[in-house]
């Protein structure tokens, strides 16, 4: 009887969690609290987008083990903005516990990584595109190609889906959200702006928040970090234009959830 009882919990438990980790209907964009870094989620049924993966101290696995289901081991696109270790430094990681499928960088990567997974390079004007979601790049290391800061060759872009578009700024730099207003390759509105170099005061220019003007800025950034990121210079510019601001050191993780279908 006792065996029959277990059973027959056991069996309701398995239920349970089949029934949690059935693909969703909705788009979700999950901005990962991984400390001074930047990696961000998007999932739409089984089907995932990783951009960056922060610094190298598994959190990005955290985040990743957290939202994807248990049973799903792939990743369709891993796209690394820039070399730099707080985006790529869990790039490794990532390979070494899911397939993926197609990966995506600005040509820029550090040999660890290069020598050991090949990467498209991106250039300004592709598209990642699939059925639901797009990711039109806006800026790469094409237009920097003589230039020593890193930041100014990283892979920004409009994610969009439906009706609704994110900037996803890598870790551009002011003159750069400059040249792309001035050229108005940036001209439309946004609803979301994931902010450059974690808060630097060295981007989030007030010329890009007039032509975005988004609804809400994250900041992925760490708690009590060296940096003093993010800066008081910017989070004044967010406040002065009513933009909603979430932060991971306080609010870590930050979903955005919408439903499609």
Not at 117 to 139: C, E, G, H, Q
Not at 228 to 251: A, C, F
Request: overall charge positive.
């Amino acid at each position: 009887m006792k065996f029959r009882i277990v059973l027959f919990l056991s069996l309701i438990f398995l239920v349970v969690i089949f029934w949690i980790t059935l693909p969703s209907k909705k788009v979700k964009v999950i901005f990962c609290d991984v400390g001074q870094g930047d990696a961000t989620l998007v999932m739409y049924k089984n089907w995932q987008m990783l951009i960056d993966a922060g610094p190298n101290n598994k959190k990005v696995l955290t985040c990743l083990e957290r939202n994807i289901p248990f049973w799903d081991k792939r990743i369709e696109v891993f796209l690394i903005t820039h070399g730099d270790s707080d985006h790529s430094g869990g790039a490794l990681d990532v390979f070494n516990y899911y397939e993926v499928v197609n990966f995506y960088s600005n040509g820029d990567l550090s040999k660890e990584i290069e020598q050991k997974y090949y990467s498209i390079k991106l250039n300004t004007f592709d598209v990642i595109k699939t059925n639901m979601i797009n990711f039109d790049v806006v800026n790469s290391a094409q237009n920097y190609k003589n230039s020593m800061d890193s930041n100014e060759k990283s892979i920004a872009g409009i994610l969009s889906y439906k009706d609704m578009k994110i900037f996803m700024s890598g870790d551009i730099t002011i003159d750069v959200e400059r040249r792309l207003v001035w050229q108005k390759i940036l001209k439309d509105k946004v609803d979301i702006l994931k902010v450059s170099h974690h808060g630097s005061k060295e981007a989030t220019s007030d010329e890009l928040l007039n032509v975005l003007s988004p609804k809400m800025a994250v900041i992925s950034v760490g708690l009590k970090n060296k940096f003093g990121h993010p800066t008081k210079e910017v989070l004044d510019r967010l406040k002065e234009k009513g933009i909603k601001i979430k932060r991971t050191d306080i609010n870590r993780e930050v979903h955005v959830v919408d439903v499609i279908e």
